[in-house]
């Protein structure tokens, strides 16, 4: 049973005392689905740090991003505002504009020192993601925490620790294709001898299981973005299950397909071992006392719970119920050692922050702040990259899917659709909680009731209609092109 816990540091200086407004720290784990955290039942656990720091913090145990995509979450959780609002909801085009608002820039007016270390993949500046900040690293493409770690650690020493910053941290450890280099290769299942770590080698293995079968012949589709990027495109999973039908594949036992959890519990423990460091290094300089951290995703992994790995063919449970934490030496003391059932979501990051920091918030946001409301919503409204929308309760989760969602008249059809048709897909969660049964059919009053909300929060979005543009400089476009999704 794995013990490892971060290392204590002492013999440090004594810092000078802090009455500023708290250091601000939002750390995004990439691909972290809730369940396979310590806290949320997985064992053995992976994530020993989360697990004793969330003895002393603030736990969300109902946690949700607002997308199935970097990308589309984490626009949302930078600016407070669903994917729709950042701009137009279309996965070839999206970026975020300059107009966009994002939590850094509006921290860095309240005279926060702004520093950013991003993985890039799906989340560097020719996304939009570098906006607002005074240091901004988005170097190690598709990197780990292994690769941040050490830069932002640089970056707090040139820091004094009596002037406020806000710092994003991020990492794509537990991501796909779950080989991602750490400290341990194989820390779960190591007596495994099958087959696996042969499909784990390749960037795409993964990409090609499907209802439990490897395909070794099914070719991955990639579509270029608006930014000159290529990028696998999410339409692959679609052919993919009408090539299984034709396809006889190579099946994996139950061992197989473990082993391939754990290779992601590995991730998510590498992750956690790194972020532990960062938390460790905090507090070695001085500045943990006076700093608020919340530590999210962006989303989860479907890990063959609907057939695929990956997480941008769905919105389930699977791919968007991500951990939420609270802690830092600025959590208010009665919130410590606590759990909240209530449902949160990636649009509550940016009024937490705020408030946290004394800002006024600019109009327009959604979200509340998690350190004081008591006004959890009722529904979380998300958006997929795969033409689809989600309203998930307490209770059931009803999709409504097959039409763009920049389409004109999306909102007429959404209307319009019978609870039968193969638009909608309604789960129940209390007694479906993997969500595999579709009872729009036998359920329509809850289908009437919860298409109802989604139209209501269409209505109040502010809806963006803008779209990328690819970039003109022939050299730039040579580089994005060859910093591929694979």
Not at 135 to 144: K, R, V
Request: glycine share 10%; proline share 7%.
């Amino acid at each position: 049973m794995l013990s490892l816990l971060p290392m204590l540091l002492s013999g440090c200086d004594t810092p000078p005392p802090v009455t500023g407004p708290p250091s601000l720290v939002l750390v995004s784990i990439d691909g972290l689905r809730a369940d396979h955290v310590g806290i949320h039942g997985r064992s053995p656990s992976p994530t020993p740090t989360l697990d004793a720091l969330a003895a002393e913090g603030l736990v969300f145990s109902q946690s949700f991003s607002q997308g199935n995509e970097s990308l589309y979450s984490h626009a949302a959780m930078f600016t407070g505002r669903h994917v729709s609002e950042v701009a137009a909801a279309d996965y070839r085009t999206f970026i975020i504009p300059d107009s966009a608002m994002l939590i850094s820039e509006i921290l860095a007016l309240y005279g926060y020192q702004t520093a950013g270390f991003l993985a890039g993949g799906h989340v560097h500046e020719g996304y939009g993601f570098n906006q607002g900040f005074s240091h901004f690293d988005d170097s190690a493409h598709f990197g780990s925490f292994f690769n941040k770690v050490p830069f932002a650690l640089d970056w707090l020493d040139e820091h004094d620790p009596r002037d406020p910053f806000f710092l994003i941290l991020h990492g794509y450890d537990c991501h796909r294709p779950y080989s991602h280099p750490g400290a341990f290769y194989h820390p779960f299942d190591a007596d495994y001898t099958g087959s696996v770590d042969d499909i784990l080698s390749g960037r795409q293995g993964t990409e090609k299981v499907f209802n439990g079968k490897y395909y070794e012949g099914f070719s991955l589709d990639q579509f270029l973005h608006e930014i000159g990027e290529i990028i696998l495109d999410p339409e692959t999973y679609i052919r993919l299950s009408g090539f299984a039908e034709d396809n006889p594949g190579v099946p994996l036992s139950a061992q197989d397909l473990e082993h391939i959890d754990a290779h992601y519990d590995s991730g998510v423990f590498s992750a956690d071992l790194q972020v532990g460091r960062f938390i460790e290094g905090l507090k070695a300089r001085g500045m943990w006392d006076n700093t608020l951290v919340i530590i999210t995703s962006d989303h989860g992994e479907d890990l063959g719970d609907h057939g695929i790995y990956n997480h941008r063919i769905t919105l389930t449970d699977s791919t968007t119920r991500v951990p939420m934490l609270l802690t830092g030496g600025a959590l208010p003391e009665p919130l410590r050692g606590t759990t909240q059932d209530s449902l949160v979501q990636a649009v509550d990051v940016v009024p937490t922050l705020l408030a946290a920091a004394g800002a006024i918030p600019p109009a327009g946001l959604h979200g509340r702040d998690l350190l004081t409301s008591t006004d959890a919503p009722a529904i979380v409204f998300q958006e997929g990259v795969l033409d689809m929308v989600s309203a998930r309760s307490p209770t059931h989760r009803l999709l409504f899917r097959g039409i763009p969602l920049t389409f004109e008249y999306f909102d007429l059809a959404l209307a319009a659709a019978p609870p039968e048709s193969r638009h909608f897909v309604l789960y129940d969660l209390r007694s479906d909680p993997e969500e595999q049964v579709n009872i729009a059919a036998e359920q329509p009053e809850v289908v009437e009731a919860m298409r109802r909300a989604l139209l209501a929060w269409r209505a109040g979005l502010d809806r963006s209609d803008y779209r990328g543009t690819q970039p003109t400089d022939p050299s730039f476009r040579e580089i994005l092109k060859a910093r591929g999704y694979w």
